[in-house]
T-cell receptor, first 112, second 113 residues
Framework: DQQVKQNSPSLSVQEGRISILNCDYT??????FLWYKKYPAEGPTFLIS?????DKNEDGRFTVFLNKSAKHLSLHIVPSQPGDSAVYFC???????????FGTGTRLQVFP | DTGVSQNPRHKITKRGQNVTFRCDPI?????LYWYRQTLGQGPEFLTY????????KSRLLSDRFSAERPKGSFSTLEIQRTEQGDSAMYLC???????????FGPGTRLTVT
């Protein structure tokens, strides 16, 4: 049972435009959500997180939006840069556990 | 370098052999996690520690897998009698506590031939 889903395996965006990566979850007990970026042969790098008490969190070019009623979150990157090209993972954790449940990732390619 | 480190970075072993991986977390972090990632999937949780106490283990962690964190510092993950299905990237992460972001190491890629 995939509790965290990233339904778009890939996304291609032109440099300077906005990248929007989506994530859906099924477990209403999740209360903390994170986005990670991963380059080949490296471990995931933390980007941004959001608690369930908020609906938006912003850090520089990265903004995460949380819609609890729809069990949906999204990561906006603006403006997109070629260095943003990587695989992006959405992750969630719940009230009674600290483990992260990851989605399957979305490969973002930013082209000039 | 104050990040999470893992050794070795790559390990090739024959089926049936035992392997051990090491993780050194960020020094002030008391929580340490192990995940496994296979091709096309996100990382899957294996186990985690708070200091030296192992707080949770996944059903993925069969009897052939054992993890330790003596003295609440570095951690080791041992796989006994390796199988080809154990081939994966093994990732270690640490955090300062619950509901904080987890910082990942570079991973150990295991190939079982």
């Amino acid at each position: 049972d995939q509790q965290v889903k990233q339904n778009s395996p890939s996304l291609s965006v032109q440099e300077g435009r906005i990248s929007i990566l989506n994530c859906d979850y099924t477990n209403s007990m999740f209360d903390y959500f994170l986005w990670y970026k991963k380059y080949p042969a490296e471990g995931p790098t933390f980007l941004i997180s959001i608690s369930s008490i908020k609906d938006k969190n912003e850090d520089g070019r990265f903004t995460v939006f949380l819609n609890k009623s729809a069990k949906h979150l999204s990561l906006h990157i603006v403006p997109s840069q070629p260095g943003d090209s990587a695989v992006y993972f959405c992750a969630a954790s719940g009230y009674n556990t600290d483990k992260l449940i990851f989605g399957t990732g979305t490969r973002l390619q930013v082209f000039p | 370098d104050t990040g999470v480190s893992q050794n070795p970075r790559h390990k090739i072993t024959k089926r049936g052999q035992n392997v051990t991986f090491r993780c050194d977390p960020i020094s002030e972090h008391n929580r340490l996690y192990w995940y496994r990632q296979t091709l096309g999937q996100g990382p899957e949780f294996l186990t985690y520690f708070q200091n030296e106490a192992q707080l949770e283990k996944s059903r993925l962690l069969s009897d052939r897998f054992s993890a330790e964190r003596p003295k609440g510092s570095f951690s080791t993950l041992e796989i006994q009698r390796t199988e080809q299905g154990d081939s994966a990237m093994y990732l270690c992460a640490s955090s300062p506590g619950p509901s904080y972001e987890q910082y990942f190491g570079p991973g150990t890629r295991l190939t079982v031939t």
